[in-house]
């Protein structure tokens, strides 16, 4: 025996003492109670005896409907258990001989009983024992349901998991030792937010109230916003109605012009108007509990710049929420004597979040926190407490008390990734609980079936009503009740999950992607999956013959199955085809439709993983050895340089697709990656041009744009507004005559005689047939490698970096490039140097992001948010990267391409908060990338490949959700 398979055996002869131990702990009758209370018991109450009922049921003669649901629950059940009829009967002045009376609500005996008065609000109950007699109290609403099911699952020990076949304890006696107590959730809104949690029946039973589970108002009723959630602003004051009349009730935006975007919160007509539209909300819908007034989610929240609105800002420290507090207040305030139980709630996110310095909510407002861009969007593996996000929601803490929190527990992009985060839930839960939190939602996956949703729902149900319950032993609980013979192997699947977690803690803390992480992420290894595939089908193993358990592994299974689906033949090998139609057959029968947040997609995913699908050599064909060797594969690239106006080395590419639908690109061609004018090439370096109007597919052959006598270079193309276009670039020229030869050229020659031009610009108005003869200079001393890029108003940006100092800057032109602001430097860390090739992007919210080359570690990135005047100091992105590159598509991701590693872009789909790749392109080292959407959403990117003989290289791909996918050109 060699070392290797000892190895081998020893490996496996661990996992199999891991299994048992496991097994020991997890079967079938291994089971533990982690909903039991704590507390001294009352002695054993006799509901059943041998099949007999010992017990009565009584409500008060004039029952409400929430106590005859609770009576009838609890005769159901107790007969499910026992098989034993408990009879329920109106109130009782004697109690029947050798009975034990179940006092449901405020009947006459349990006012006999002189029980102390408790306060148990809308959802709290109580269960009180006197002279062997059970008393159950509950508070306005779902209170005296709550007290049963209460009685039932921590006392009892009953479980309803799932909207199936509860867990029950089944026996023909029914004794029980009762802890007394009295319990009143701080939480009035809980909500996991997963579309299994929204069934009604299931949520009554497990005490959530979730806007989406319409528990019946007879039975309790739930939280109920009655279509207006968040985001109202649109729905209280229609743009369709009032905007062409009455453009004063919406903001003015940093141009001047009224926006039907967002409202202005200040203007008094725009007040009476939401307090009229939500009056008659609530005549219309009396049940309502809760409406939001606030702002819609344009894809960001833009500032109106009206007097009153910045006089408001400015004085509550530049806080937007100030803003907004002004139309809520005035709303809270006159509807609160009519409806003095209705809450009116708005949204603390993104630029809303800050807490206003003296301005606060009124008693009958609720601030809907929102832990995104500071805490979960970039950060979901790392608890609340420990992100930028709790110093802001403590500072809401001190100033109010009464948050709504909106929390996000699921990947968006891959809504079955596995994701070991049930502790931050838990942590979060209980700092939010310690905040003054009266709401929590945990957005999870709420299209349809997820990773583990109903061991979520039910776990995160059970912390939202009781934080302090230990979240490991409710995950043990479920697994263990849940999937009772397999419980074994589910339960170690659940440790490996979680010690991956713990093994990739380092890149968990800031994964690639934040929230939205790619399946080719660390902890998702081999080994992982491997090992999970192997305890996934010793479930199956232990179920049996029992189908409703081996359906229940089948969903347990489906996230491992997707992993592999997602990384393709290449990481699964000759079994993908194998995979995928197990994973078709699989998340068809579970409702996995949506496999990310958006429409359904299934169907289409799964179309195009089998085009993947690695095809089978026919019957009868030779051996593999005797086959002909296979032909090369063509290049994925399409080379749209070649030309004689181009020379031999082109480089430094860039593309802009034009108002007549054409693709311009321009790029530089010289002899070498610097080319100095010569005797045998005069005019040194120049930049040419090539235009596609067919999407990409041919190029015209290179033309010359501008060549001087000076080594032209990094050339920039952008279509202006007015539809001229501009050039801009920088150029070399030397303090000494022109060499004799080209090929004379030498570095240390070139750092001699070097003189530099500074940002230069032409100009084309005739859709780029001609150009300026002469080059303007707009930013002595700077250079730029990014194109000049517009605001609403025309006013134009251009990216800027030097050496004098080594950072990035930006100049602005107010018109269109006529005349030129000084730079505005973006301020480097200290100890930090920017090489710093700049270039910059509009966010949704109105700020600008800038992103910058520094060599030798992590690009960096700035933001400006009074439209590129100043900039704040540059910070680490967290991944390398050379001349970036920003371009926004229609469907709202950003694509930051770049060179390190190789040629590479990242994506962004949250507004430059987390960022998912690298993605390769190419292999070759040149880049200087540019990218422009084409007309069938997929994206064309250009790039050069450095060396001798380099070239302007041009691919198509299509944006996944995991990354990209190469598409023909």
């Known amino acids: 025996m060699n070392e290797l398979q000892r190895n081998y055996i020893m490996k496996h002869l661990v996992l199999l ?126 209170g005296i349901v709550n007290a049963v099911y209460a009685l039932l699952e921590e006392d009892i020990g009953c479980r309803w998991y799932d909207n199936g076949e509860p867990r029950l304890p089944k026996s023909p006696t029914l004794k029980v030792q009762v802890v007394p107590r009295t319990y009143v959730p701080q939480l009035r809104l809980r909500d996991p937010f997963y579309k299994v949690s929204f069934d009604p029946v299931w949520s009554l039973r497990n005490r959530t109230q979730a806007p989406d589970a319409h528990v019946p108002e007879e039975f309790g009723g739930h939280i109920d916003y009655d279509g207006m959630f968040v985001h109202t602003a649109a729905s209280l004051v229609p743009p369709a109605k009032y905007f062409k009349d009455h453009p004063e009730y919406f903001f003015l935006d940093a141009s001047g012009h009224r926006n039907p975007a967002q409202l202005d919160a200040t203007n008094p007509d725009v007040a009476k108007i939401v307090i009229e539209a939500v009056r008659k909300t609530l005549k219309e819908h009396p049940e309502t509990e809760i409406i939001s007034v606030s702002k819609n989610d344009s894809g960001g929240d833009q500032l109106c710049q009206c007097d009153n609105c910045k006089k408001v800002r400015e004085a509550e420290g530049g806080a937007e929420m100030a803003v907004q507090l002004v139309l809520v207040n005035k709303v809270a305030e006159a509807i609160e004597k009519d409806y003095p139980n209705v809450t009116i709630d708005t949204l603390a996110y993104l630029d809303t979040i800050k807490v206003p310095k003296t301005m606060r909510p009124r008693k009958n407002v609720a601030i809907r926190f929102c832990n995104d861009a500071p805490g979960a969007w970039g950060r979901p593996f790392t608890a609340a407490e420990d992100c930028p996000v709790a110093d802001i929601a403590k500072a809401w803490s001190a100033a109010h008390n009464r948050i709504y929190v909106w929390d996000y527990n699921v990947n968006f992009s891959h809504y079955l990734a596995p994701m070991p985060n049930m502790n931050v839930i838990a942590k979060n839960i209980k700092f939010w609980v310690a905040n003054h939190a009266e709401g929590v939602m945990t957005q999870g996956g709420y299209q349809g079936c997820t990773e583990r949703d109903w061991m979520r729902s039910w776990v995160i149900a059970k912390l939202m009503w009781d934080p302090s319950l230990d979240q490991q032993a409710l995950v043990d609980d479920f697994i263990s009740g849940y999937f009772g013979k ?136 030779e051996p593999q050895g005797r086959r002909q060797a296979a032909a090369p594969a063509a290049p994925a690239y399409k080379v749209i340089s070649k ?21 311009l690109a321009v790029f530089y061609a010289g002899y070498g990656h610097v080319s100095l004018a010569a005797d045998d090439c005069p005019n040194g370096g120049r930049i040419c041009m090539v235009r596609s109007s067919d999407e990409g597919k041919t190029w015209t052959v290179p033309k010359v744009l ?87 108003d025309g006013t134009c940006i251009l990216g800027l970096y030097g050496k004098d100092p080594s950072t990035g800057a930006t100049i602005r032109s107010p018109d269109r ?65 050379h001349c970036p590159h920003l371009n926004r598509l229609s469907t709202g991701e950003i694509i930051l391409s770049h060179r390190v590693p190789n040629t590479s872009i990242h994506i962004s789909r949250d507004e430059c908060k987390t960022w998912q790749g690298p993605f390769e392109i190419d292999n070759c080292i040149g880049a200087y990338p540019s990218t422009v959407e084409l007309k069938d959403h997929s994206v064309l990117i250009i790039y050069y490949s450095e060396g001798g003989g380099s070239e302007i290289r041009a691919q198509r791909f299509k944006l996944t959700d995991s990354g990209i996918e190469k598409l023909p050109l």
């Open 486 to 621: 397999a419980a074994p192997a589910i339960a170690e699947y659940d440790a490996l999950l979680r010690k991956a977690g713990e093994d990739h803690a380092k890149e968990l803390a800031s994964p690639p992607g934040g929230i939205r992480y790619p399946m080719d992420i660390s902890f998702l290894s081999k080994e992982f999956l491997d090992r999970a595939t192997e305890l996934m089908k010793q479930a199956h193993d232990l179920a049996g013959d029992d189908a409703a358990l081996q359906k229940k592994v089948d969903r347990a299974e489906l996230p491992i199955l997707y992993v592999k689906v997602v990384r393709g033949p290449k990481f699964v090998g000759d079994s993908y085809g194998d995979v995928l139609n197990r994973f078709d057959k699989v998340a068809h029968e579970q409702g996995a439709d949506y496999l990310q947040e958006g429409g359904k997609d299934l169907d289409a995913r799964i179309a195009e993983w089998r085009k993947q699908v690695p095809a089978k050599p026919p019957i009868g064909s």
């Open 643 to 663: 030309g004689p106006e181009a020379m031999s080395y082109q480089a430094f590419p860039d593309l802009c697709r034009l108002k007549n639908g054409d693709i």
């Open 817 to 881: 490039g006529k005349t030129w602001d000084a730079p505005a430097v973006i301020p480097a860390p200290k100890g930090v140097s920017l090489d710093a090739e700049t270039d910059w992007i509009r966010l949704k919210d109105g700020t600008l992001f800038a992103a910058l080359r520094q060599s030798k570690n992590d690009m960096y990135f700035s933001m400006s948010s009074d439209e590129g005047k100043s900039w704040a100091e540059a910070k680490d992105i967290g991944f390398p990267g």
């Open 706 to 792: 501008f060549d001087d006598a000076n080594d032209n270079r990094d050339p920039h193309i952008a279509q202006l507004d007015d539809g001229s276009l501009v050039c801009t670039f920088f150029s070399w020229s030397s303090n000494k005559p022109p060499m004799k030869r080209a090929k004379d050229f030498t570095w240390d020659y070139f750092n001699k005689v070097k003189k530099l031009s500074g940002a230069q610009m032409v100009r084309s108005t005739d859709g780029g047939r001609t150009w300026e003869k002469t080059a303007h200079t707009i930013a002595d001393g700077w250079v730029c490698s990014a194109p000049v890029r517009q605001l609403s």
């Open 17 to 142: 003492l891991v299994l048992a131990m496991t097994a020991s702990t997890f079967g079938e009758d291994a089971w533990k109670n982690a909903l039991a209370p704590k507390g001294t018991k009352t002695d054993e109450l006799t509901f059943v005896d041998n099949g007999k009922a010992t017990a009565v049921i009584i409500i008060p003669t004039e029952a409400n409907s929430m106590e005859k649901k609770a009576a009838d629950d609890l005769q159901y059940w107790l007969k499910q258990m026992t098989g034993a009829h408990v009879g329920v009967k109106f109130d009782l002045k004697v109690k029947p001989k050798g009975a034990m009376i179940i006092s449901i609500g405020n009947t006459k005996l349990m006012q006999d009983a002189l029980l102390p008065d408790v306060d148990l609000k809308e959802d709290g109950y109580s269960i009180s024992e006197s002279d062997g007699n059970l008393y159950l109290r509950g508070g306005r609403t779902r």
